[in-house]
């Protein structure tokens, strides 16, 4: 869908900087770093073969998750306000 890339990765900056990531809005994307380094992760730019599937699975789960629970919210939020 045109556009829908540009507010996912908006939507992502806006959660991961409340979660007290310091995020780029330009680049939201390179809030993985920030993320592995803080799991103790050592991912780089570039390619990152050395990675299990349990280290990528650490720093995606933890961006994915707060993007998940953030959407829960917001769906639960909008559901209150029906009633």
């Given at each position: 869908?045109?556009?829908?890339?540009?507010?996912?990765?908006?939507?992502?900056?806006?959660?991961?900087?409340?979660?007290?990531?310091?995020?780029?809005?330009?680049?939201?994307?390179?809030?993985?770093?920030?993320?592995?380094?803080?799991?103790?992760?050592?991912?780089?730019?570039?390619?990152n073969?050395?990675?299990?599937?349990?280290?990528?699975?650490?720093?995606?789960?933890?961006?994915?998750?707060?993007?998940?629970?953030?959407?829960?919210?917001?769906?639960?939020?909008?559901?209150?306000?029906?009633?």
């Amino acid at each position: 869908m045109p556009g829908a890339e540009e507010g996912v990765n908006a939507f992502k900056a806006e959660v991961m900087s409340r979660e007290g990531y310091a995020v780029n809005p330009a680049r939201p994307d390179d809030v993985k770093y920030e993320v592995a380094e803080e799991l103790g992760i050592p991912l780089q730019p570039g390619r990152n073969g050395q990675l299990t599937t349990e280290e990528a699975g650490q720093v995606g789960g933890t961006i994915g998750g707060a993007m998940v629970r953030e959407m829960i919210r917001l769906a639960q939020e909008k559901l209150a306000k029906r009633e």
